[in-house]
């Protein structure tokens, strides 16, 4: 069977590097290319619509309404043609190579669901994607005063770093900003949860993987660049409610991540 993949894109308001994020993709080496490049665009209010329609071989999707990550990007799952998929940020880059070596870990690797590549920022400064689960001690050494002792800031470097070793590793969960489901992962995890509108969606993915057998690889030979947007005020304050409202959904359904357990590894 030939290996073939799909690119999935949810954009939100993303004119400022949707192009860049899709130029990256279609300027593939041949042997790289995707089988569809597929955006789903969640009303947003500027010109990401046309800019995605503006490239070749891109079929866009338009929601009348924000309909949130996790919908948006199972609406592109289910109309993409590729056996693999890859979920993608509207602020990812991909290089040259990065397919090679995802869909060669996947030939190697049948037990893995999710795979993440390394990401890093314009500099080339590699980013925390695979993490440890997200107890209450690694939540408040994030974002209280808390991470300032060097209690907490052993805890969140402990939750940030731990998997970063510059090999492949199995880890917990992956940041969601760049996912590849495997067919295996597909059809024995699915896809992502819809009950999620906006974070956490990609930590309980990852769980669901590790309860159904199959495991979570960061693969660092996959390399992809990762611009994170700057945002306004009133957009990170209804970002931090979003959070806060997913995070208290994940703890509900999965109490003991509270305390930094799940299964998988330990």
């Keep these: 069977m030939k290996e073939t993949w799909s690119a999935v894109i949810t954009a939100f308001n993303s004119g400022s590097t949707l192009g860049n994020a899709l130029d990256s993709i279609i300027g593939l080496p041949p042997e790289e290319k995707p089988l569809d490049i597929i955006v789903v665009d969640n009303a947003s ?115 940030l770093y731990r998997f970063h070793t510059g090999a492949p590793e199995r880890a917990h969960w992956l940041v969601g900003a760049a996912l590849w489901l495997t067919p295996g992962g597909r059809k024995t995890v699915g896809l992502m949860n819809e009950g999620y509108f906006l974070y956490f969606e990609d930590v309980e993915w990852c769980l669901r993987a590790w309860r159904r057998g199959m495991e979570v690889w960061i693969v660092p030979d996959a390399v992809i660049t990762h611009v994170c947007r700057r945002q306004s005020a009133d957009v990170t304050q209804k970002a931090a409610r979003l959070h806060f409202r997913s995070m208290i959904r994940f703890y509900s359904a999965n109490p003991f991540a509270m305390f930094g357990k799940g299964p998988g590894i330990p």
């Design 45 to 159: 209010g500027d010109d990401s619509g046309r800019i995605a329609s503006s490239r070749p071989g891109v079929t866009l999707v338009e929601n009348p309404v924000n309909l949130g990550l996790s919908r948006a990007n199972n609406m592109g799952a289910a109309m993409s043609r590729g056996s693999s998929l890859f979920f993608l940020n509207p602020d990812v880059e991909i290089a040259p190579g990065a397919i090679t070596a995802l869909r060669g870990f996947q030939r190697a690797h049948p037990e893995a669901a999710l795979l993440g590549p390394l990401m890093t920022d314009d500099q080339g400064v590699p980013q925390s994607t695979a993490r440890t689960w997200p107890s209450l001690a690694s939540v408040a050494a994030r974002r209280t005063g808390f991470g300032g002792t060097g209690a907490g800031a052993g805890i969140a470097r402990r939750h």
